[in-house]
């Protein structure tokens, strides 16, 4: 058997932030608007900060207005929630989200509850998680289970019928993707630390979405031969006495089963991204009742 395609998510998420910035582009000439994507980053977590410094890079490239906000380590819950009523009453704001973690001090449910529904780049607060949920529509969707849906279709456009495993049971991914997968017609399967027989389920699976956060945890032996393969997980390791990041999936042997398979870096990550600036022009046509040009 051929060794698996791999899915280029990095060209993949090019793709869409070209498609992106051109409805920009017609958003400013036909309407006189401009997208405005915000980022609120609490302290000076390292990590945090470079995601940050890349999502104003893309929002940029795209042709939308980029704002970020810092607050120190020792912010409190309500200066925090001073800054996010701000953001809500902002027409030049379409979108924001505030970076996670958050320290101690500050509950992140009171966080996300806090924001406009309608600018929630995330797509956490629980109004837009019902209507994931329910199927109803129109609200704002997680950008990475959005990705994972849009990479999965680049193998097979029309996923109807699959027998789908997610790997986890987070509200970031799992649990989001789970909902996404319904609406595509999947038969989902939720799989996690206590599924019991974990190996049987996944080795069943014609769409295995792995985001279970433990580093080569989905051995090549569990996966289904011609199975598709969506890694989430990024995962610091140490080997040789050098830092390498790894997915979730066991990749090198995984890769010789799977019909294709996303890698680690390169797959997943750059479609969060990409998803959140989409994130930010659908919000800013909506607010505006402007309806998009098709791709």
């Known amino acids: 058997m051929a060794e698996a395609k791999i899915i280029d998510g990095k060209a993949i998420a090019e793709r869409l932030r070209a498609q992106v910035a051109k409805k920009v582009g017609w958003l400013k000439a036909n309407h006189n608007l401009t997208p405005g994507l915000a980022v609120v980053l609490v302290g000076e977590d390292p990590a945090s900060q470079v995601y940050v410094r890349n999502k104003g890079l893309a929002t940029e490239a795209a042709g939308m207005n980029s704002f970020t906000h810092w ?6 819950e309500q200066e925090l929630l001073e800054l996010i009523a701000r953001l809500n009453a902002d027409p030049a704001v379409s979108g924001f989200l505030v970076q996670m973690p958050l320290p101690k001090q500050i509950n992140p449910d009171h966080i996300i509850a806090a924001i406009d ?17 329910t199927g109803v529509g129109g609200g704002m969707v997680p950008c990475t289970p959005r990705g994972c849906i849009i990479l999965a279709k680049t193998v097979r456009p029309d996923l109807s019928g699959l027998d789908a495993v997610v790997i986890g049971r987070s509200n970031i991914v799992g649990k989001p993707v789970a909902q996404m997968l319904i609406a595509e017609s999947c038969t989902v399967t939720v799989a996690h630390s206590r599924t019991k027989d974990l190996v049987g389920v996944v080795r069943r699976a014609d769409l295995v979405i792995a985001a279970v956060g433990r580093p080569r945890m989905i051995k090549g032996d569990w996966i289904k031969p ?3 393969v969506i890694d989430v997980g ?3 390791v140490d080997e040789g006495g050098k830092s390498r990041l790894v997915g979730d999936v066991d990749f090198e042997r995984a890769k010789a089963v799977a019909g294709a398979i996303t890698p680690v870096p390169g797959g997943v990550g750059p479609m969060t ?3 959140l600036i989409e994130n930010a022009l659908n919000a800013c046509a ?10």
């Not at 505006?288 to 098709?294: I, W």
């Open 71 to 76: 607050l120190p380590a020792t912010a409190s």
């Open 117 to 133: 529904p309608n600018k929630d780049a995330d797509g956490f607060h629980l109004i837009n998680v019902g209507r994931l949920a």
């Open 226 to 228: 011609g199975a598709t």
């Open 234 to 236: 990024i995962n610091r």
């Open 273 to 275: 991204i990409a998803c």
């Open 286 to 295: 909506a607010q505006n009742g402007v309806v998009l040009p098709k791709d």
